[in-house]
């Protein structure tokens, strides 16, 4: 399998930005995911980047991936109260039919 | 459309006694998935079924068997349950399996989730 790690805690300032950092071993990843889970939620898909991009911009979210150095991460502009979640970075992997997770880092906006 | 349900959202069990947890998704994919999220460790995969009649184990099956009933449903079975099976468990269902389909991403939706507690 492939290992993938985060942080697992974040605490930011509402109105300041949160940077989410995740680590990943496999360099034949093909996508690679950011995945919000709220209290007593299942997963939501946030944003993906493919590999062969290095920056992903969608509104308050920026992806960046640096596939040299296997390293994914997730800003968030202008953070929420609303923002405060799990936020998991997950990676696909070339052969297996599944995606690797990591195990979460665990977001919270102070107001 | 409702996505991926599950159900039951809560349970609780005894050692030893057999459950089955169902999983259904009204978005015609091919493919379905079981997870279980365990505090610290994200989720990890339990089975899969990459097609309707198909089922292959992921990197934690023991003690676990599916059933990939028809194209919508795919269910979990714990036969003797185990206070090591405590954990939150998640069904996904994706277009195509995921990782096969060259530059196209196979996004996994999840359901949300069933709690069991072994005790």
């Known amino acids: 399998g492939e290992d993938v790690e985060q942080s697992l805690f974040l605490s930011v300032r509402e109105g300041d930005s949160s940077v989410i950092n995740c680590t990943y071993t496999?360099?034949?990843?093909?996508?690679l995911y950011w995945y919000k889970q709220e209290p007593g939620a299942g997963l939501q898909l946030l944003t993906y980047?493919?590999?062969?991009?290095d920056m992903k911009q969608d509104q308050r979210l920026t992806v960046l991936l640096n596939k040299k150095d296997k390293h994914l991460s997730l800003r968030i502009a202008d953070t929420q109260t609303g923002d405060s979640a799990i936020y998991f970075c997950a990676v696909d992997q070339t052969g297996a039919n599944n995606l690797f997770f990591g195990t979460g880092t665990r977001l919270t906006v102070i107001p | 459309n409702a996505g991926v349900t599950q159900t039951p959202k809560f349970q609780v069990l005894k050692t030893g006694q057999s459950m089955t947890l169902q999983c259904a998704q009204d978005m015609n994919h091919n493919s379905m998935y079981w997870y279980r999220q365990d505090p610290g460790m994200g989720l990890r995969l339990i089975y899969y079924s990459a097609s309707e009649g198909t089922t292959d184990k992921g990197e934690v099956p023991n003690g676990y068997n599916v059933s990939r009933l028809n194209k919508r449903e795919f269910s979990l079975r714990l036969e003797s349950a185990a206070p090591s099976q405590t954990s939150v468990y998640f069904c996904?269902?994706?277009?195509?399996?995921?990782?096969?389909?060259?530059?196209?991403?196979?996004?996994?939706?999840f359901g949300p989730g069933t709690r069991l507690t072994v005790l």
């Open positions: 496999d360099s034949s990843s093909t996508y």
């Open positions: 980047i493919f590999s062969n991009m």
């Open positions: 996904a269902s994706s277009l195509r399996p995921v990782g096969t389909s060259g530059t196209r991403t196979d996004t996994q939706y």
